[in-house]
């Protein structure tokens, strides 16, 4: 079964330094996610990407944030200058395949932990 | 704005049926989503309900109305395995394919 992958699976970063985190969404999907989840805190969306281009972006992803899809294949998300309370896990997520078009699908989670 | 509530916790006895509401008010609506979440992992789609009605897949069951912002989802013949959190999530409306999540609701299953 096609499946969203991250890596890394854990990123330990120094504040201040940036960090891009990649994903690779299921291959026939059409719209890709950012989602971030603190510790003990509920799922929050960053940012959804379509066509090539930033469709919809909270108000988190602010300019230290920025989403690329460099290849057919690969979904990345970076963060200039990481801050500590940027420490969360990162979920990447695709939609838009066959069937239910709405359905998102999860990757793993990258956690991200900064110092 | 936004707003999602369900409530924070419940228990409920292997066996058993458990049903977790959640309400709405968000400023679009294009359907709503139920994930399940174990604890340090990722979200994993339950059901999606855009129409009014009762959706009903196996041993889980998702129930929306529209016009009162409410939807529950009915747990039956619980396990244990099904202890995790139960995530309530609009998708907003006009096709940017946002989805708001309320803050979750913890399940513990108990023998």
């Known amino acids: 079964e096609p499946e969203v992958t991250q890596t890394p699976s854990h990123q330990v970063t120094q504040m201040g330094q940036e960090v891009i985190l990649r994903c690779v969404p299921i291959?026939?999907?059409?719209?890709f996610y950012w989602y971030r989840q603190i510790l003990g805190q509920k799922v929050e969306f960053l940012v959804s990407f379509y066509n090539n281009e930033i469709s919809e972006k909270s108000e988190i992803f602010d300019d230290q944030f920025s989403v690329e899809r460099p290849d057919g294949s690969n979904f990345t998300l970076k963060i200039r200058s990481t801050k500590l309370e940027d420490s969360a896990m990162y979920f990447c997520?695709?939609?838009?395949?066959?069937?239910?078009?709405?359905?998102?699908?999860f990757g793993p989670g990258t956690r991200l932990t900064v110092l | 704005g936004q707003n999602i509530d369900q409530p924070t916790e419940m228990t409920a006895t292997e066996g058993a049926i458990v049903q977790i509401n959640c309400t709405y008010q968000?400023?679009?609506?294009?359907?709503l989503f139920w994930y399940q979440q174990h604890a340090g992992e990722a979200p994993t789609f339950l059901s999606y309900?855009?129409?009014?009605g009762l959706e009903e897949k196996g041993r889980f069951s998702s129930f929306l109305s529209r016009s009162k912002g409410y939807s529950y989802l009915l747990l039956k013949e619980l396990q244990m395995k099904d202890s995790a959190s139960y995530l309530c999530a609009v998708l907003n409306s006009g096709g940017y394919q946002k989805v708001t999540f309320g803050t979750g609701t913890k399940l513990q299953v108990i023998p």
């Open positions: 968000t400023s679009g609506f294009n359907g």
């Open positions: 309900n855009v129409l009014d």
């Open positions: 997520a695709s939609s838009g395949g066959s069937g239910s078009y709405n359905e998102q699908f």
């Open positions: 291959s026939n999907h059409l719209y």
